[in-house]
């Protein structure tokens, strides 16, 4: 997928581009026609009529959804509090008639070999037509923190295997892989890097491998913490506040919808 963030973007242009809000979502064809990319044409919609979306990951996916009312579609709670349900959110706006089941099935603290435990469960089942994964902070930081001893060899060879799985069940299941993604404040500090960019490129490398969409949310908040400090964005430099949330919302369904920016 092309980089919808170019460098040296105004703050203007930034934002635009970012907060398309429903408003921007129900001109979807209008934007299709204006955006450009690399090869001067957006990328084709992954959205379909009577889709059955899953948001997968770990708490930054999770925030907070209530486990009690997780098998009802498009239910706010159940979707939590974060990016997952404010994209559901734009997705059920823009596309009303559409029949979309969207489901969260985040839980914090998992890693990739934890979404393995519980694929059958809280994935295959579900038979899901449209896939997002969000996962690789824990991976890194339970690491640092001496509470996992995996590396970044084992959090690619578990992800291929994962995303290996979930083709061989769901043969035309389309795949979205997020970037993995910390600002600079709150818990993480320099004892993350280079590693944690070994992770991110881990999950591009998967990413490309699997024809799925790459949402490059690394390199929309390093964008972002051009024009307000990361604690905005995320106060621990891990978990987004509603203002990251809200931006990474945005920056998932131009992706998935095939908006270019």
């Not at 001109?27 to 997968?56: C, H, W, Y």
């Not at 839980?107 to 996962?135: M, T």
């Not at 590396?151 to 994962?162: F, G, I, N, P, Q």
């Not at 690394?218 to 509603?242: I, L, R």
Request: proline share 5%; hydrophobic share 40%; charged share 20%.
């Amino acid at each position: 997928m092309t980089n919808p963030i170019e460098p040296n973007t105004s703050r203007r242009t930034f934002f635009s581009q970012a907060a398309l809000g429903a408003a921007g979502l129900a001109a979807a064809g209008q934007l299709a026609r204006t955006a450009t990319a690399a090869d001067d044409a957006p990328s084709k919609s992954l959205i379909g009529e009577n889709d059955v979306i899953l948001f997968q990951g770990d708490s930054i996916t999770d925030a907070g959804r209530d486990r009690k009312t997780a098998g009802q579609a498009n239910h706010q709670a159940a979707l939590g509090k974060g990016y997952a349900w404010m994209a559901a959110a734009e997705l059920l706006t823009s596309h009303p008639d559409a029949g979309l089941q969207i489901y969260n099935r985040g839980i914090s603290g998992n890693k990739v070999y934890q979404l393995a435990d519980r694929w059958q469960a809280d994935c295959l089942d579900l038979k899901p037509n449209v896939v997002s994964i969000l996962i690789g902070v824990n991976d890194i930081w339970h690491k640092l923190n001496g509470r996992y001893d995996g590396t970044v060899e084992v959090y690619e060879k578990d992800y291929r295997a994962l995303l290996e799985r979930t083709r061989k069940a769901l043969p035309d299941v389309r795949l979205v892989i997020c970037e993995p993604f910390v600002l600079r404040c709150g818990a993480v500090n320099d004892s993350w890097f280079p590693a944690f960019d070994e992770y991110r490129a881990a999950a591009k490398r998967v990413s490309d491998a699997f024809d799925a969409t790459f949402v490059p949310y690394q390199t929309m908040f390093d964008t972002a913490v051009q024009y307000a400090p990361p604690e905005h964005w995320a106060g621990d430099g891990v978990h987004p506040s509603p203002y990251g949330a809200s931006l990474m919302a945005s920056f998932w369904t131009n992706a998935v919808l095939g908006h270019s920016a």
